[in-house]
């Protein structure tokens, strides 16, 4: 099924095995979580820094078409991998607080989501099954700074795979796909991602493809950035903004966290999420593509990926039959 199409009535209306050892370390200027080894622990707010990272132009192999191919998968270990045994720790780059993807639960302190479970796969797959896993929250705005500095091995944080990103990191094969949409108060004449918006105040976070769509096509409205897209539903509740712009799949979240809010029109854009990693890590990239491949397990109904969404996701975004397939450039 496609994944485009199984979230549109979603438009219309509306982990795996544990780590032995889990660490919150400080985001990279933004809110940090800090726990020790049962992944429970205080919250610690720290300012945003930083600026919006902006893509340079993509590279004239990549088309919009092709943007999601990667590397064929491979269970080799080359100096990534390496460097990860090594130091005997994985090190991810996370949300903190988007429900159902990557949020700590209220009631049991653990971090949890549909893109901690993955995190932890690929963790437990490079690791072994007493693999540590050091999550690291970071800003949207942040993520690219992060890989390139090498202070996360990776991001797994609902991170669009486009040609301008391309430029500067490398990714997995797409694990999940969605598309950009409107959030808005439900008695909001806002329809749509159109002229409604004009003289209204849209809420998106810096970095984020959101931001870029609004770059190019603004309807009239005036464009409020924020380091993470919860602070768009803050701003919205505390009526300092009219709309937001962020993937139907984060909005799909925040509409079951704040039922006087609904999705506005239909997804205007093709968002397909995949692991980031360093450019140089290429043999990270085809040992993530090799533990996708697994968790994918072929489209079965009982594979991880499928257990994962039915816990996390299907509550939010129904229908949907499996996981996007892989694509390979090699």
């Known amino acids: 099924m496609n994944l485009r199409a199984a979230l549109a009535p979603v438009a219309a209306g509306v982990g ?21 080894p049962t992944d429970k622990g205080a919250v610690v707010q720290r300012a945003a820094g930083g600026g919006t ?11 919009a078409g092709n943007a999601a191919e990667s590397l064929r998968p491979s269970a080799g270990e080359g100096p990534a991998v390496a460097r990860i045994r090594k130091k005997g720790q994985l090190v991810v780059g996370v949300d903190q607080n988007t429900y159902r993807w990557g949020y700590r639960d209220p009631g049991t302190g653990r971090l949890e ?10 963790a437990k797959d490079i690791l072994g099954p007493d693999a540590k896993v050091v999550f690291q929250a970071v800003p949207t705005n942040q993520r690219i700074p992060a890989l390139e ?4 091995d990776m991001v ?13 990191v ?21 329809t749509a991602f159109d002229d409604s918006l004009r003289g209204r105040r849209v809420c998106t976070a810096a970095g984020s493809t959101g931001e870029a769509e609004l770059r190019k096509q603004r309807h009239g409205a005036t464009v409020v950035t924020v380091p993470n897209q919860l602070d768009c539903l803050v701003r919205l509740q505390l009526g300092q903004a009219d709309a937001v712009v962020t993937d139907n799949a984060l909005a799909a979240a925040q509409a079951a966290q704040d039922p006087t809010v609904e999705l506005k029109g239909r997804p205007f854009t093709d968002e397909p999420y995949g692991v980031a990693m360093n450019k140089d890590d290429t043999d990270l990239v085809r040992r993530v593509n090799k533990v996708l491949d697994d968790y994918r397990g072929g489209g079965s109904a009982d594979s991880p990926w499928m257990r994962s969404y039915r816990r996390w996701l299907r509550a939010d975004l129904p229908g949907i039959s499996g996981p996007p397939a892989p694509e390979y450039s090699d």
């Open 16 to 36: 795996v095995m544990a780590a032995a050892a889990v660490v919150l370390v400080p985001a990279l200027g933004g809110a940090a979580l800090e726990a020790g």
């Open 53 to 63: 990272s902006h893509a340079v132009a993509a590279g004239a192999g990549c088309t």
């Open 113 to 122: 989501g549909f893109d901690i479970d993955l995190a932890r796969a690929i």
């Open 149 to 152: 500095r090498r202070t996360v």
């Open 156 to 168: 797994v944080r609902t991170m669009t795979i486009n040609c301008a990103r391309k430029e500067q």
């Open 170 to 190: 490398a990714f997995s094969t797409a694990y999940f796909q969605g598309g950009q949409q409107v959030l808005a108060p439900r008695r909001s004449t806002v």
